[in-house]
């Protein structure tokens, strides 16, 4: 049996992804944990460089050793999203060491459980500020820096964008904010040969989200039967997800949101 990476399509040419990550430069913010380090870990393994920003420099610490543990290549830069000009210069310093950044991941995000009438103005702008205008501050700057043509933007979005959830209303708008963004940025930026996308994870296993919204066994259970699937996803769905947007095999793909959610998204669904 002919190896999969050396399997060459007479039209796409090899048609294992990893081919598209060797010496590509990758930029995550939020990918010190959760889905973010899933993403960080399996970006590198296909042989990205991963250039991790995140506010822990602990967490940022042991995410590269760890994926320096698997033979891959990861530095970590402790920048808050929220700070503009912060993520400007450390943008511009990737580039000037690493060169034109191939993939940019906006995955940083802040989330709590609150009813409406309990959310204080400040509480509703720290997620808007992390999640929305953190997204718009990491694509803005990292924009001069990206490769023109070929470059990706990339948002990590969530079905809250889509649908109403009770004691979310900060986190519904932002993601909903978030989903716009990425369409009108890929209106905008799309003769500039970028391409800005989108995935939407659902409720994924192991997750500190997943965790916090399934506080009894009870609750954990009807969660998983709000999705169309009946099922959790893993880290790694959401990463692969991502590794087929930042890649050329996606390349006449933008300003989409891709829905990696078990079928989250499209209403409540009573177990049979």
């Given amino acids: 049996m002919v190896p999969a990476s050396n399997i060459v399509d007479p039209v796409m040419g090899p048609t294992s992804i990893s081919h598209h990550y060797q010496n590509r430069v ?50 970590g830069y402790s920048v808050d999203v929220r700070d503009a000009p912060g ?43 992390i999640d929305l205008i953190g997204t718009f501050n990491v694509f803005s700057a990292a924009l001069p820096h990206t490769r023109k043509p070929g470059g990706v933007l990339l948002a990590i979005t969530a079905p809250q964008a889509q649908r109403a959830i009770p004691n979310q209303a900060h986190a519904c708008a932002a993601k909903a904010g978030i989903d716009m963004l990425v369409k009108c940025l890929a209106l905008e930026w799309g003769a500039k040969g970028v391409r800005v996308n989108a995935v939407s994870p659902g409720p994924i296993a192991g997750t500190e989200g997943l965790a916090r919204l399934s506080a009894t066994p009870e609750i954990e259970t009807a969660v998983r039967n709000n999705t169309a699937l009946k099922a959790f996803g893993e880290v790694s769905d959401i990463a692969r997800a991502v590794a087929y947007l930042g890649s050329p095999d996606a390349r006449y793909v933008t300003g989409t949101i891709l829905d990696c959610d078990g079928g989250m998204r499209l209403g409540n669904f009573p177990s049979l």
């Avoid at 399996?42 to 940022?60: C, M, N, P």
């Fill in 26 to 75: 990758v930029v995550i913010s939020g990918g010190s944990s959760g889905i973010g380090l899933g993403i960080s870990h399996h970006l590198a393994t296909l042989g990205a460089t991963v250039v991790i920003f995140g506010r822990s420099q602990d967490k940022l610490d042991a995410a590269t050793a760890a994926i320096a543990g698997q033979g891959g290549n990861a530095v």
């Fill in 87 to 129: 993520i400007v210069e450390r943008l511009a310093d990737v580039a000037q060491q690493h060169g034109p950044l191939d993939l940019v991941i906006a995955a940083a995000a802040g989330n709590f459980f609150a009813p409406a009438d309990k959310l204080s103005a400040n509480g509703f702008k720290t997620v808007i500020d």
